[in-house]
Every structure is written in structure tokens, then in C-alpha cells.
């Protein structure tokens, strides 16, 4: 059996945000490994760093200082394109507001990240195949995201991360706008992706839905408790 | 199947389309920006082809004219009213500094000419019989004979007045033959017979007493002479004081070209201005448009959008703007130019030469110069506001509601 890959490792990694009532710590010298195909749920109260956690592993961001790999690059030497490609390539986001863009219809958004890496646009089998996967309906496909229900904008947002066929999808409280069974069955899905082989980082408040995760990470002060 | 390009496109076109009475105002204001230069340039145009061709070809003409105190610059200079005149012995003067080439006097007054029921002064032109040859043809019938009552009418009075050669007219008062009717021969420096009755020396002084001539034309054959010819005429009369300007064609055109560039810059400048107004109001609706959707760029950045991408896609939206703007304010200006053009043809110019009804390549090209600055204009007002866009930190735009 092969040895499991670390996919993500934070060494030592601070983010400090100058600010001009003093500096904010929102994460205070973190280590943490993340192997590939691990579901995670990083929990912990507001303000403690989840975000700012997970902004760093989708490269919006870079540490102040430490190290942080993904899929072994340091992400602090990256100039900003080469973050854009890391994240457009390997990362697929998922949000708990779906952040569609409105402009887009249903295809148009899942396709959009694929128009970005491959610079050509159409719905092909697999993008078909893709908004099956999540339970679209194909007389949803036209639709602007304003014509859909939450729970439809949010299978869409899933479909859309995973468009590139990303290693890692990032989740920012993805039932957080949800009722408790639309979020079972978007639970349910990301559950299946992550059998897939998807490494899954997950942020919630709800010990519910962190149970689907293999491994809990608690930040408290921007530190792992 | 559309690339980046294609899906880009589509945002600009769409979220124009969701402001579309925002988006529509800031392409009206390419519309006006482009129309006012295209189609100034195009009345410029038309304007100077109109010119050039109601001007008579006179380059191998050299005017003498008697120094008016206006001349040197001083136009309350009592002197201004009075005309003055050149004597006979000024054309032996004349004709002695200007060696093998012909001098001809002139002289010009107005007198009522009456033709059935039309009547009405119109410029006499008296020239010696033998020099009419040497600046007019005459179209259709013959010279008027050294004595007797005859006389030529200008091609567009004929016309006007319905005479042809061979038919009797009542020049101050008096019953005429018309010996002939000239060719048309378009505005010059020399004379402007198309609207005037030709009669001899012999006929005028007949009648009235003996004229001072106001003008002397030379027709040097050989232009290398013209500078020669124009000095030792100068020579002869101006060497204490100025007693009489002598001009040649090439300065008057070269007066008028002159104007022409100071008034092209001039409309050249207000049609700027517009396209200046035009740009702010791009520029603000650009500004305006990455406000609203600060989010959104926060969500294209988070999915793998880099920042040139960002720009592009909001050049995109000035260029739609631009493009929009430019196209229907070529089409305006094309058929404003050449109404102007037209109306102006009319009134300005009337009965001389041919209007132009077309473009041209000249206001072809002012059409596409309009566009031109219409499309630039907008394109550079977009680029702030989408530097800006490609510069917002992703965080902070996805943080933005």
C-alpha cells in the first residue's frame, strides 16, 4: 500500500494583519498536514482563523511567516499568476453565499473555470455529466442563478469547483444557507466526492455537519487547540 | 464553442444590457463626440473641394491693384473708402517692369441691366477689346465689334436672365446687343465675369468719362517668372512709399489653405471636447460598473480569473461602449456631413460650381478619424477602472457585499 501524500503542510505558518489600531494575529505559528483525500473540518469560534486558514490554502492569500506547501510548491515564493494557476488548476471553492455570477447562466458558470485553464468554452459530456453528478435537472441548465433555489445554486457552485478536476475543494460553511435536508444532500455529495479521491477542507460552525469529516482541526486565537 | 474572448464578451454585453439606460447615455456621448468630428471634417472637406472647384485656374496671373491704406493694416484709415486708381502712365510703368508679358487693365463698375421683366444692377467689367481674349472665352457668338452696341454676358447671368447670343438686353438704360455669352470660368483673383456683363473700353468711355483702372492683370506664361515679374513691379512703384499691392494666385490660395488648417483645428478641437465629455462619462459608468461588482471579481479571482483577465473583461465592456458609440456616430455623421455640406453648398455658394453630394475619400477618412478618436476615447477611459479591478485584493472583493 502506498504511503498517503501530504498534499497541503503549514510549518510554523503566521498571517498578521497590520492594521491601524495594531496588528491582528489571525494565525499564530500553525502546524498542520493534510494528506490527499482527507475530509477535514477546520471548526472554531469567530475570529479564531478559520478563514484565514482556508484563504491560505486556496492561495488568496500568502503567509506573513512560515511555510506553507501545496502539492509541494511554498506558496510565500509564488508571484500572483502563478497562485491564480495553483488555484484555478488544484482548488475548487465552494461558499456558503454559492457565489454564482449572475451574469452567467447555469452551463456558462460550471464552464467557467474550464474557459480560464483551457481558454475554450462549451458544455461538453463531461460537464453534462458533471451537473448529473450533483443532481441537476437538465431543464435547470438555461437558468440564471436568480431562477434557482439555494440548494440548486449550491450544487451548481459544487459542480463549478469541480469543473477542473481539482485534488483539493475548499468549503466555506456550504449548508450555511441551507435547510437541514438541502444540507444533508449537498453533505451527502461532498461525501461522495471525497470517496472519490477528493481531499476535502471543510469550515463550520455545526458539530453535525463536521461529523461527516474524518478529522476535526479546533482553531482557537488563530491556534490549533 | 467560444473562448475567452467569446465569454468575456458575453459579461460586457450583458451587464451593458442590465444598465442599458446608463450604458446607452455614456455611448451617446461617443455618438455626439464622433459625429462632431466626422462630420466637421467632412463639411471641411466638401468645403474645400467646393472651393477648389469654383476657382478658376489663374496661376499664371500677377494682380496689380492700387495701395489701399486698409492694406497696410489700419482698416479706420479714412483713406480705406477711397478707391484708388491706377493711370495710364501706371500701365506703361507696368507694362515696361513686366518686359515681354501682357498687362491688362481693368477696370469694373455696375450698371442696371434690365431684361424683360427682370432688372437689377450687375457688375460691368471694362476691358480693352483686344484683351478680352487674353483672359475670357466666350462660349457662344462672337467678340463684340470695336464700335457699336454690343457686349458679352457672364455664362451663369446669362442664364439667370435668359439671354443667349444674338439677343438684346437695356444696360443702364440704354438697348444693347449681346455679342456672345462667356464660358463659365469660376472665381479668381483677376475677375469674376460668371455673374457680370463684359463690355469694351471703347463702349464705356462712350458714355461716361474716362475711368482709372482698379486693377492691372499680368499673365506671366512662365510661372519661374511670377517672383521676377512681381519685383521689378514692385520696383518700379513702391520704393519710397507703397503705391500699389501686387499679388498672384498662388498667395491667395495659399491665405486660404492657411484659414482652412486654423478652422479644421478649431472644429477639430470642439469635436475633442465633446469626445473629452464623452470619456469622463465612460470613465465614470466604467468606475461605477467595478463598484457594483466588486464581488463578483472576488468570485472570479477565487475560481482561477487572473488579474489580466479582469482587466480584459472590463476593456471589453469600453470597447462594446466604444464600438456602439462609434459605429452609430459614423452613420450620424456621414448623413449630417453631407447635409451640411449641402446646406451650406446652397446657401454660401449658390449657383457656383457643382455641390458635392458624396463622401469622398477625404471625409471617408474623417468618418473613420471620428470613429477612430470615439473608439480610442473610450477605450482609454476604461483602463483605470479596470486596472482597478485587476488590483483589488481577492479577499477583500469576496468580503464586499
Known amino acids: 500500500m502506498n504511503e498517503p501524500e501530504t498534499i497541503i ?39 479564531s482563523g478559520k478563514s484565514t486558514l482556508l484563504n491560505l490554502i486556496g492561495c488568496l492569500d500568502t503567509p506573513s511567516s512560515g511555510t506553507l506547501s501545496i502539492k509541494g510548491k511554498d506558496i510565500g515564493t509564488l508571484s500572483d499568476d502563478d497562485l491564480t494557476r495553483l488555484r484555478r488548476d488544484h482548488i475548487g471553492f465552494i461558499f456558503q453565499q454559492f457565489n454564482l455570477i449572475p451574469l452567467l447562466d447555469v452551463i456558462e458558470n460550471v464552464e467557467f473555470p474550464r474557459v480560464l485553464k483551457e481558454r475554450r468554452s462549451g458544455c461538453d459530456e463531461a460537464c453534462l455529466e458533471l451537473l448529473d453528478a450533483v ?62 479521491g477528493k481531499t476535502i477542507i471543510m469550515v463550520t460552525h455545526d458539530t453535525n455537519i463536521a461529523a461527516y469529516a474524518h478529522r476535526r ?8 487547540a | 464553442m467560444k473562448g475567452v474572448a467569446g465569454i468575456f ?36 472637406n466638401n468645403l474645400i473641394v467646393l472651393f477648389s472647384g469654383i476657382v478658376a485656374d489663374v496661376s499664371d496671373t500677377v494682380v496689380v491693384t492700387p495701395h489701399l491704406a486698409a492694406a497696410s493694416g489700419d482698416p479706420f484709415d479714412p483713406r480705406s473708402a477711397l478707391a484708388g ?8 510703368r507696368i507694362e515696361r517692369a513686366v518686359g515681354p508679358y501682357r498687362a491688362v487693365p481693368i477696370f469694373q463698375t455696375a450698371e442696371l441691366l434690365e431684361k424683360s421683366r427682370k432688372k437689377g444692377y450687375v457688375p460691368v467689367i471694362v476691358l480693352h477689346r483686344d484683351d478680352i481674349p487674353v483672359l475670357l472665352d466666350v462660349e457662344d457668338g462672337a467678340l463684340p465689334p470695336p464700335s457699336g452696341k454690343s457686349v458679352l454676358v457672364g455664362s451663369l447671368l446669362a442664364e439667370e436672365a435668359g439671354v443667349r447670343a444674338g439677343g438684346r438686353i437695356t444696360l443702364g438704360g440704354e438697348d444693347v446687343r449681346v455679342a456672345g455669352v462667356l464660358e463659365e470660368r469660376g472665381m479668381a483673383i483677376d475677375i469674376n465675369p460668371d455673374y457680370a456683363v463684359v463690355v469694351t473700353h471703347g463702349w464705356y468711355t462712350g458714355r461716361h468719362p474716362e475711368p482709372a483702372y482698379d486693377r492691372v492683370v499680368v499673365k506671366v506664361t512662365d510661372l519661374g517668372d511670377i517672383p521676377a515679374v512681381k519685383e521689378a513691379i514692385e520696383d518700379q512703384f513702391n520704393r519710397r512709399k507703397e503705391v500699389v499691392d501686387v499679388q498672384d494666385s498662388r498667395e ?38 467595478v463598484t457594483e461588482r466588486f464581488h463578483e471579481i472576488g468570485v472570479m479571482r477565487s475560481i482561477g480569473a487572473r488579474r489580466t483577465e479582469v482587466m480584459r473583461m472590463f476593456l471589453y465592456e469600453a470597447l462594446v461602449l466604444g464600438v456602439a458609440g462609434s459605429l452609430v456616430g459614423g452613420a450620424v455623421s456621414t448623413l449630417a456631413g453631407m447635409a451640411v455640406t449641402a446646406s451650406v453648398a446652397e446657401t454660401v455658394f449658390a449657383g457656383y460650381g457643382t455641390v458635392p453630394t458624396g463622401l469622398g475619400p477625404e471625409g471617408i477618412g474623417s468618418v473613420l478619424l471620428g470613429m477612430g478618436f470615439g473608439l480610442g476615447t473610450s477605450l482609454l477611459s476604461g483602463v483605470y477602472p479596470a486596472w482597478k479591478a ?11 457585499e
Not at chain 1, 489571525?26 to 469567530?46: K, R
Not at chain 2, 491667395?252 to 462619462?281: H, P, R
Request: aromatic share 6%; hydrophobic share 50%; charged share 20%.
Open chain 1, 135 to 196: 443532481g441537476l435537472e437538465p431543464e435547470l441548465h438555461t437558468h440564471r442563478p436568480a431562477e434557482l433555489s439555494g440548494g440548486q445554486q449550491q450544487r451548481v457552485a459544487i459542480a463549478r469547483a469541480l469543473i477542473n478536476e481539482p485534488e483539493i475543494l475548499l468549503a466555506d460553511e456550504p449548508t450555511g444557507n441551507l435547510d437541514t435536508k438541502t444540507g444533508e444532500g449537498i453533505m451527502d455529495l461532498l461525501t461522495q466526492m471525497n470517496r472519490r
Open chain 2, 252 to 289: 491667395v490660395l495659399e491665405l486660404f489653405y492657411q484659414t482652412y488648417d486654423a478652422i479644421s483645428i478649431f472644429l477639430l478641437g470642439i469635436g475633442g471636447v465633446a469626445l473629452l465629455v464623452a470619456g469622463v462619462s465612460i470613465l465614470n459608468v466604467m468606475i461605477i460598473s
Open chain 2, 9 to 44: 464578451l458575453t459579461f460586457a454585453v450583458r451587464n451593458l444590457r442590465r444598465h442599458w439606460v446608463r450604458s446607452g447615455l455614456a455611448a451617446f456621448g461617443i455618438v455626439i463626440g464622433v459625429a462632431a468630428i466626422a462630420t466637421l471634417g467632412i463639411l471641411s
Open chain 1, 217 to 224: 482541526v479546533h482553531l482557537v486565537d488563530g491556534r490549533i
Open chain 2, 390 to 400: 485587476s488590483r483589488l485584493d481577492p479577499i477583500e472583493a469576496l468580503r464586499y
Open chain 1, 9 to 47: 503542510r503549514f510549518v510554523d505558518v503566521s498571517k498578521i494583519y497590520p492594521l491601524p489600531a495594531g496588528d491582528v494575529v489571525a494565525l499564530d505559528h500553525v502546524d498542520l498536514e493534510i494528506e490527499a483525500g482527507e475530509f477535514v473540518a477546520v471548526m472554531g469560534p469567530s475570529g
Open chain 2, 85 to 92: 486708381g491706377l493711370t495710364e502712365r501706371d500701365l506703361d
